[in-house]
Nanobody, 121 residues
Framework: QVQLVESGGGLVQPGGSLRLSCAASGFTFNNYAMGWFRQAPGKEREAVSAISSNTYTVYADSVKGRFTISRDNAKNTVYLQMNSLKPEDTGVYYC???????????????WGQGTQVTVSS
């Protein structure tokens, strides 16, 4: 069955970095766009970044220049490199897979369980 497993979250100080990974299985990874979403406490889930099957990337304005999304099709894994982290980046980060590049939740068929990122001093 389809599985998306996120890892790499944790507690980091403001200005620090983290790299999230999402390992995919159960579908043809190469054919899918992958997205990263996050949900802060008390807020709705929002799109962070997405990458198409041919590596075209999009970012939310709030993370442009700080976050980088990438994928390794040989490893069926998508990454989110997060630099210059801010307290407002705190939340549960989810990866998702869908047939086309989008920053909309409804475009994604498969979702991981999420990994917690906390940015605090």
């Amino acid at each position: 069955q389809v599985q998306l497993v996120e890892s790499g979250g944790g507690l980091v100080q403001p200005g620090g970095s983290l790299r999230l990974s999402c390992a995919a299985s159960g579908f043809t990874f190469n054919n899918y766009a992958m997205g990263w979403f996050r949900q802060a406490p008390g807020k709705e889930r929002e799109a962070v970044s997405a990458i198409s099957s041919n590596t075209y990337t999009v970012y939310a304005d709030s993370v442009k220049g700080r976050f980088t999304i990438s994928r390794d099709n040989a490893k069926n894994t998508v990454y989110l490199q997060m630099n210059s982290l801010k307290p407002e980046d705190t939340g549960v980060y989810y990866c998702a897979a869908g047939p086309a590049l989008s920053m909309r939740e409804y475009a994604y068929n498969y979702w991981g369980q999420g990994t917690q990122v906390t940015v605090s001093s």
